[in-house]
């Protein structure tokens, strides 16, 4: 069966510093991940997609990245949090089919400060 | 732009009292439409998918529906481990989803 990783679950970090966050899937191969993330009381918003390594599409312009240096791995990254990156960040993956489902991972909660 | 309605934003019902949440939308070509749980501080878990007008899918207390421009999701005589956050979404003619800002859901025993 297909497993979804994130970490790490919960980062505090001061404004201006770097952010690294790790996805990885297990049990699937090639397939399409993404990057939500989820302020209180909104919906999700799509940051960034993925259909194969090194393809990554931005939704959002941002002070934010993202990067697929393995078929099963996405990383967000920042060179300098703002205060208004605090939120829930989400990674899914889906079989890149069309119709096919979104499945999430548990997510990180970040705090800028 | 696709666009994600849900309603009411909260719920509150006690143990064993049935109602519907409502999920509008406003797309350019459906492809599916998907309802997800989610607890608090946990990632969305996956509960349906329907796909045209007229499908009906059903799991335990759960049961979704679609029209053409709006999906119901109906619990049926709920339990206190039925209150979450539930949330909807449409997938237009790509990969992406698109995500109603939830419904959070509030059963006491």
């Known amino acids: ?98 119709q096919e489902t979104q499945y999430f991972g548990p997510g990180t909660r970040l705090l800028v400060l | 732009e696709d666009q994600v309605t849900q309603s009411p934003e909260a719920l509150r019902l006690q143990e064993g009292e049935s109602s519907s949440l409502n999920c509008s939308y406003t797309v350019s070509g459906l492809r599916g439409l998907f309802w997800y749980r989610q607890d608090p501080g946990k990632g969305p878990e996956f509960l349906f998918t329907l796909y045209s007008a007229g499908e009906e899918k059903e799991k335990e207390r759960l049961k979704a529906t679609l029209t053409k421009k709006e999906s119901f999701l109906h619990i049926t005589a709920p339990k206190p481990e039925d209150s979450a956050t539930y949330l909807c979404a449409v997938q237009a003619n790509d990969y992406k989803l698109s995500f109603g800002a939830g419904t959070t859901v509030t059963v006491r025993a």
Do not use: M
């Not at chain 1, 510093?17 to 191969?29: D, I, Q």
């Not at chain 1, 009381?41 to 390594?53: E, K, N, P, T």
């Not at chain 1, 312009?61 to 703002?82: H, V, W």
């Open chain 1, 1 to 98: 069966s297909q497993t979804i990783h994130q970490w790490p679950a919960t980062l505090v970090q001061p404004v201006g510093s770097p952010l690294s966050l790790e996805c990885t899937v297990e049990g699937t191969s090639n397939p399409n991940l993404y990057w939500y993330r989820q302020a209180a009381g909104r919906g999700l918003q799509l940051l960034f997609y993925s259909v194969g390594i090194g393809q990554i599409s931005s939704e959002v312009p941002q002070n934010l990245s993202a990067s697929r240096p393995q078929d099963r791995q996405f990383i967000l990254s920042s060179k300098k949090l703002l205060l208004s990156d605090s939120g829930f960040y989400l990674c899914a993956w889906s079989t890149g089919q069309s």
